[in-house]
């Protein structure tokens, strides 16, 4: 085990919810959970259907016995078990609009969980989620993976080192175009459930990508929204929910911020970028290449900032985010299993009966999916109103 | 003489005003304006103070008889020499609030005019100046210079061919970061001029450069806008303009257009870039690195289109705005020139007598300038109304 | 388990050597040899230093009873054991000069092995290893694990199709910094061995990072070498061994090879790139952003060529490479686990008793790393020589 | 005129030799010897054919009566012209294999020379033609056109200074991909020369342009060679020169330079790119983003040098090759004209009776013209004896 696994003399117990034959993202919980062999997937619900759960099981190492077919059996069995063999955790890796139901049993049934984004159907769960897990103890993560780069986590230590001064002006973007003909119309499923309201939500791009884009703002700035003001389109005909939009957003600190989401960009693949402008110094970043982050100051050298865990402008919350030296890539896998990483960290806290930190968590927690979940409706709203302006304040939301 | 000049079989004969010493823009006319040996610059006004008029002239190789003190010596002197010795044209390159002026008195005198953009003060200004130009038969020249480099116009020609499909979304982005801290306040020409809205106009960054980002949209794309609601700023304390604003713009075809500016994003020094969306592909390009664009379609390799005069994918139009082979990188002086050099050839046109293009023609021109009044003038507006939707249809557009 | 894994019912049981506390490789080789779960680590030698050796085991979960303290125990104890609670292969992390000897006897006990590279400390034990895994039927690979990147794959994948017709020029670079100063001298374990002729062999950068660069450059084209002129450097004085180094390489087709490794280039990382020109097309492509590669045409577009497993331009190798769609970024982990995986298929088959292949696997074999360790000596030679052209055509390369 | 011109209070009058109809290189001469309106033309002999040099006269305002047919008409012509009406240097345009006479009858008429490159046909030429310049008086510039850059020159500046320590390894290269099939047996005229043993000397790409990567590496680093060992090649079969060739060059400080140029790879333009080692720094540079560079340091972020000329980190020199703000790119010709301006600020002193340097000029001089020859010579030798070490110091060589 990692030794930053503090005193926790043992890993931990991991559940699978999803993630069954022909899933994407439930394998990538699978991979970033053990990465750092701080946690072993013991138990699962990989689908609804019993005998795919079943057939499922064996390529993540689930015995038959922990290859359950819903939440309330996993539930039951793993409380059934002695506490020194039961689940520590589960993570949530199905469509949208069932995230909800899942999470809450889990975290009543004293469950730590992570959740993937976005985190529930619509604000009023989100909300009711919060409140759920504010009556526990549970460590509950959200899996907006981005946060995990290292040098998003830099950006984040920056600004509150004071680095950039204070930020005036965000702009954040996640482009891609693989929605640019109706896929849904064909036999894609990655494509057929993000474009149907009822599984995916009120939104389309906007709550598959806005919410990264929007929640990598917040993470990095950690400068509260006062109001925005948003515009959907959807531009393939026929299509039930947006394929582009960006809204304009008022922060309490009198700066702006705008968040532009595309799904129909020729060629762009996963182009999240964002570009920070603070009294002191700017910062662009870019996902596509993540190991590099380029901070500039009018009178200086642009420096290009690497993933370099021995380099002295590194500050330690992202030095501890890297597991390579300098010069060899860290990617997808390493930043969500971080965010897994980071998780672990204060589920080990619990473990030991000690106090953890709840809001200003590293990791994004039910606050910052509550966040989400609020910006996709807000925004959703504005942009029914033509872009009229609508609060953005969410009174939980962290700092 | 460059052979495009068609049968004219002599160099036009430029007059610079503006252009004194410690100008900057009036030697970047003056350069581009002789760039390609077909116009000798031969008269000027070069400073409203005799003395300084007269000092700069030699500089510029202008005869001292032909050194004036202001456009109406420039207009009485000029029209008194024989029509083979008399200037062609007389390139405005004053500060903002004077444009106006010189280039009415210009054209009612039967000058040719090139004039530095904005256009003019304000955009009722911009209207008399419109009809004026449609009275006469003049040909008139907008210094958006950035129209110039060979790639964007090759963009214009691909959208106008059909390789992009029908465009939808637009983002065009003008960053700088100069203007961060307050340098007007120190003895610095460029800075305090531009922030002063007795010279300036009515806006700041939105004025000096969003602007241009607006104008390459238009150039590009040929799309037509509808509404327009923007939001400035200014984040510089005491500073009587914005300094840094955005603009979402409601296309007439359904589309959606968003401009970016900045004068306060650390280190960021002349950062315009452009990204169009089609139904058949997507474009980037950026003015820092303007030898190449990228050309992506779903499906493809990600094409990189150098500025490569011999290559199969250039248009005859972007071709023909090359001097050097591919590699050889070209820049600002050359897409500059390369507007100069259109405008030649309508004025070679004219002064044969035969027809030329007013409206859709490859320089920016009158109608441009105009509607980037409109444009300034509509976004103001809209950001004093907190982002209300505000027409932004110019009658006069070019498509 | 990974379907591509054939019909072998379960997971290759895996044992490390080296890889104690304070190890870096070892670890690496523990994440990737898992990363797809078709192995687990179950046995180890981690430490030649029992107390160590045991105490390493948790971290890795290896039991107590299977953390052993020499090869000599494992292969001992593991033969001990029934065949189906067996391990399959041992993967050897330890510093260079111990490589041989623990290859060798795994191999001749019927061990699978992955060996770390440079292979041995000289050509002439390479030879016997090679000469010991064909008596064998053994699974050998050596983790020249930027091959395991799916567009280098791509690249040989396109060489062999013919794409870019006959490949007549390489040059392949290895550029890092990071032994600028002489860090051996102080406590950084990393530089005192790979300075230490005892413990790295004849040649420091040479052996270290120019393998990589030529083991890159024959992966990819295939073209056999003839003859090699190369000129070491040592910059840093005092430092026992080449920080830097040139060598010219005569290919049997006619062509040239170049290939470059440099440690002491002030803040290079990991900067593995090469350029390849064919007479149809040229290829570049850099490590430290691998999931992109550039594919020139005279008379076309420059393409990007991104790691995209939808893409109709790559080829099935490389599709079958990715894990993540286009734009997740994957890197030093996942391709240092395609390596492994590669291994694994041959394993299986191995495993199920069916024939495999022995030289031109998809993944780095001994004869490669042999080839490696022949290009080691015969720089060195040469370099003694004042670049004296020293034969290097190794009778059992790959083509 | 520009202000650095000194006292010297007129423009310097120059003649081009060469640049008739069809040339390229021609028109790049007239454009940069007066971009800054420093010089004016005024004399010509643009063509040995003598309808072709008067028809090609207006072209470039060259009055009829200055069209000459030979540069001994265009001696005996000027001489007899009034000192204050007569050319002050003649531009050398034309190919190879005439500069040498050429430039020695102007030297001994005792007017100025800026003379293209590769100076002479061989070596032997280039030293006579040494001789010839050390009895003259005057000034004699050769364009080496790269060293023109901003950029260039502050590398020059930054090394002088201390910036990179001592410098101990450079990689020049100098990559085309034009050339790769047999242009010259179709109608390509700047094909057809270079490819042409009679006109273009004993090289083909090392003359055309490793000559350029080899200057760029003496111009920055002042570092003296002391021996070569090259390797050409001609890929392209049936073509009588080198397309593509590598030269390993020992270098008196114990450094190590390589050089390497192709015009035979596919797709690349004009891809001259340096490396530059130090112990205390390393420094990156391109042609094709000529406006960039980057100064990388161990423990420091690597920082991006641009072409600003009001930035801290910019040397006097460098800061003095700046016409336009940061961000605003200048490209070939600006750099072409610095190589122009320079030599005119020497051409002032020379006017005005004064002292001037020689040998380390800001601008290449024919000292460089003779190292670059001799540079060719041996680098043909070497590679005819299979890469023998030969000689490369130049006794007049800069330092």
């Given at each position: 085990m990692d030794t930053t696994n503090g005193s926790l003399n043992r890993k931990l117990r991991m559940a699978l919810i999803g993630g069954g034959q022909g899933s994407f993202i439930g394998r990538v919980h699978a991979t970033a959970g053990v990465l750092d062999n701080r946690a072993e997937l013991v138990a699962g619900a990989l689908s609804s259907n019993p005998e795919k759960a079943k057939a499922s099981a064996p390529a993540y190492d689930i015995k038959p016995e922990r290859a359950y077919t819903s939440i309330d059996d996993l539930i039951k069995s793993e409380q059934a078990r002695p506490e020194n063999d039961r689940v520590d955790f589960v993570s949530v890796a199905t469509p949208?609009?069932?995230h909800f139901e899942i999470a809450k049993k889990a975290v009543e049934a004293g469950f730590n969980v992570i959740c993937d984004k976005p985190m529930t159907f619509d604000f009023k769960q989100a909300e009711e989620l919060v409140a759920t897990v504010e009556k526990s103890d549970v460590v509950f993560a959200v899996s907006h993976n981005y946060t995990g780069y290292p040098l998003v986590r830099q950006a984040r230590e920056m600004v509150k080192a004071g680095e950039l001064g204070e930020v005036q002006a965000i702009r954040s973007n996640y482009i891609q175009g693989?929605?640019?003909?109706?896929?849904?119309?064909?036999?894609q499923k990655q494509a057929a459930w993000r474009t149907d309201p009822s599984k995916s939500g009120a939104a389309g791009a906007f709550g598959d990508i806005a919410t990264h884009a929007y929640n990598l703002a917040r993470f990095i700035s950690g400068i509260l929204p006062a109001e925005v003001s948003c515009h959907l389109r959807?531009?393939?005909?026929?299509?039930?929910?947006?394929d582009y939009g960006h809204a304009v957003i008022k922060l309490q600190n009198g700066g702006l911020l705008t968040v532009t989401a595309s799904q129909i960009s020729h060629g762009r693949e996963n182009d999240l970028f964002i570009e920070i402008d603070g009294t002191k110094g700017s910062l662009i970043w870019r996902q596509e290449n993540p190991n590099e982050m380029i901070f500039r100051r009018n009178g200086h050298p642009h420096a290009i900032y690497t993933r370099?865990?021995?380099?002295?402008?590194?500050h330690e919350m992202a030095k501890a985010s890297c597991?390579?030296?300098?010069?060899h890539p860290e990617a997808f896998f390493e930043a969500f299993a971080n965010v897994y990483r980071s998780a672990y960290d204060s589920m080990a806290l619990r473990a030991e009966g000690k106090k953890f930190e709840k809001v200003n968590t590293i990791f994004p927690n039910v606050f910052d999916g509550a966040e989400g979940m609020y910006f996709i409706q807000q925004c959703v709203n504005s942009s029914k109103e033509n872009g009229a302006w609508l609060p953005l304040k969410y009174s939980k939301a962290r700092t």
């Open positions: 949208n609009h069932t693989w929605l640019r003909t109706r896929l849904e119309t064909s036999d959807t531009f393939e005909e026929g299509r039930a929910l947006d370099d865990g021995n380099a002295s402008y590194m597991r390579l030296p300098a010069g």
